[in-house]
């Protein structure tokens, strides 16, 4: 059998990874794509090359099948899948909540399955990729998904009883950011600036900080630290943020959606 990567149930997030696997060199004819509408399927095929199959195909042909349907449509998927599928496949959860074990239970004994938690700035290969072992899931699995997933952008072991912090902290965190950026740029325009003037400062200011995070090395406090003068402009609008909380609803928050994870992972609606 040829080394074939199939996606299941390709939407945005599936689409991302077909983009990095082929810009990474890998062959369109190993790399196969399923999707529920058949004009779905049929963009995938002319926008990539990749063939378009049911998922029945996509069991017997490839050998590693990423799981990237919604939470709640992931039960009928294994229903579906679990008689065809040999325990010899490596099986790619992406979704979130739900654990290796629910899967495990559900296919043939000894099946391989990882779960991973990546999150949308895979649409621009910038995605932060948490990557989890099955308990028959080796050091072959764990590197085989991280070549795909390092495609896209950043990949990090970590024990799966720490997926539902990584899910609040990195799963969520994008729209954590857009939240504030929204934010600000209302705080912006509340200030006499037009919205696109402060779209455009905020987002290139967020860049620029994000960089010096990634590529310094330093902590956080000594960059907020070299930004703010005393009696400046800067602590007093620290002091704001102190004053209302921010800090603490921060901590609130991704407490809170850890703790929806945990619900989900345990049959939660």
């Not at 948490?130 to 590197?143: K, Q, T």
């Amino acid at each position: 059998m040829t080394q074939r990567v199939a996606v299941l149930g390709t939407g945005k997030i599936g689409e991302a990874l077909v983009s990095g696997l082929l810009r990474a060199g890998k062959s369109p004819a190993d790399v196969l794509v399923t999707a529920r509408r058949p004009e779905r399927a049929a963009e995938l095929r002319e926008r990539y090359g990749v063939e378009a199959v049911s998922n029945e195909e996509a069991v017997k042909a490839a050998d590693t099948l990423i799981l990237t349907v919604k939470p709640q449509d992931m039960g009928a998927l294994l229903d579906e899948l679990a008689p065809n599928l040999p325990a010899d496949r490596l099986v790619i959860s992406g979704a979130a909540g739900i654990p290796t074990t629910w899967f495990e239970e559900r296919l043939a004994p000894g099946t391989p399955v990882v779960r991973v938690m990546t999150n949308t700035p895979v649409l621009v290969d910038e995605a932060m990729s948490v990557i989890s072992a099955g308990s028959h899931a080796g050091e072959e699995h764990l590197l085989r998904t991280e070549e795909i997933f390092s495609q896209v952008g950043k990949t990090l072991r970590v024990p799966e009883n720490q997926q539902d912090a990584a899910t609040a902290l990195s799963g969520s965190g994008p729209a954590y950011f857009f939240y504030l950026v929204e934010a600000m740029t209302d705080a912006g325009i509340l200030l006499g600036l037009p919205r696109a003037v402060a779209h455009d400062l905020i987002v290139q200011s967020a860049v620029g900080a994000s960089v010096m995070l990634r590529d310094s090395g330093e902590h956080p406090v000594k960059l907020r630290e070299a930004v703010t003068s005393p009696a400046g402009t800067t602590i007093a609008a620290i002091r704001e943020l102190e004053n209302h909380g921010v800090r603490a609803a921060l901590l609130g928050a991704l407490e809170a959606a850890r703790n929806r994870s945990q619900e989900l992972a345990s049959g939660g609606k």
